[in-house]
């Protein structure tokens, strides 16, 4: 029996100054993938020199241009049409994935054929882990049910485009990368692969990424009337027969893409919305704004101490806004 294959898709803009370093990373694996498909949104810095280096001497790189800047959800999303593993990863051109991600990954896929992606946990660059004590280190796999119960107390969603290498029929099957929903698109699509088929889990950072403001979803973030634009087409595409289960899903566990306290508005601005509004769904909210408004007057000692309150001083790291 033939062993599962992995695509990289990498999608790049004007990150001259990183995407090497990425790069590096990603052919370092001890496992290495099929192909790393760069998918270049008309860079106007020196990518394209940069990523032609890595062509020459690497025969799995291939690089598709967009003759104008598309958006990193359309270059991801032409980089999927174009991939042809078992399974895909979607890199960041400035983040970096650490040794062990692939090996790790595909052996525990391997392992749970069933599941829809597989996912770690996350560390910055500065040092800082995200870690999401899903469950004990014996339990790598959760089923739909198991993945119910954990998350109803977790309260938000771990898995992401970042940290999950994703079975590529199942993300296609899950409605692919869908571009009305920006930067919630890769959470949204591990919900939805997840809540159908099931994950499994590495407890441990092995994707290190960047937490720039300038970034894609730093910048959608700091955007509120963005933000809430891209909410409101994450309920509209739960109002959709095609996604019926995974609206059942968020009313029973009160989990979303991303959680922020204009989102409760949006919701009762529409009864059929009421639904999703659990007590703990408006309790986390509203605990996220006071966070966010005491984040902004007080330094980082002073917020780590304010999360480990929140948490009952419990040894867990929120994930990252």
Request: hydrophobic residues 45%; proline residues 4%.
């Amino acid at each position: 029996m033939s062993k599962p294959t992995l695509s990289v898709i990498i999608a790049n803009y004007n990150h001259a100054r990183h995407i090497g370093k990425a790069l590096d990373a990603i052919l370092s694996q001890s496992f290495l993938p099929a192909e790393v498909i760069v998918v270049d949104d008309g860079s106007t810095d020196n990518s394209i020199e940069v990523i032609d280096g890595f062509i020459r001497k690497h025969g799995i790189i291939r690089l598709l241009k967009n003759h104008t800047n598309k958006g990193v959800t359309f270059s991801n999303g032409r980089g999927l049409e174009n991939a042809s593993g078992d399974y895909v990863y979607f890199a960041s051109s400035d983040d970096m994935v650490l040794p062990g991600f692939f090996e790790k990954s595909m052996e525990l896929l391997s392992q749970y054929p069933q599941a829809g992606l597989c996912h770690a946990e996350l560390k910055t660059f500065q040092g800082r882990e995200y870690k999401f004590y899903l469950a004990g280190r014996q339990l790598l796999f959760f089923s739909v049910d198991e993945l119910t119960l954990v998350f109803k107390k977790r309260g938000y969603f771990t898995a992401s485009g970042a940290n999950s290498i994703f079975r590529r029929q199942a993300i296609l099957d899950s409605g692919g990368i869908i571009p009305q929903i920006g930067a919630l698109w890769d959470v949204f699509a591990a919900m939805t692969v997840a809540v159908r088929h099931g994950m499994c889990y590495l407890p441990e950072p092995l994707v290190a990424i960047r937490t720039a403001d300038d970034s894609f979803s730093g910048l959608a973030k700091r955007r509120g009337a963005v933000l809430r634009k891209l909410l409101n087409e994450t309920m509209l595409l739960l109002d959709t027969p095609a996604y019926r289960d995974v609206a059942d899903w968020v009313e029973e566990t009160g989990v979303w893409p991303i959680l922020i306290p204009s989102m409760l508005c949006l919701l009762l601005k529409d009864r059929r919305r009421w639904r999703y509004l659990s007590a703990g769904l408006v309790r986390r909210a509203l605990w996220r704004g006071v966070r966010s408004a005491v984040g902004r007057i007080v330094p980082v000692a002073g917020k780590d101490c304010f999360s480990k309150i929140a948490n009952g001083y419990r040894n867990l790291v929120y994930a990252p806004d």
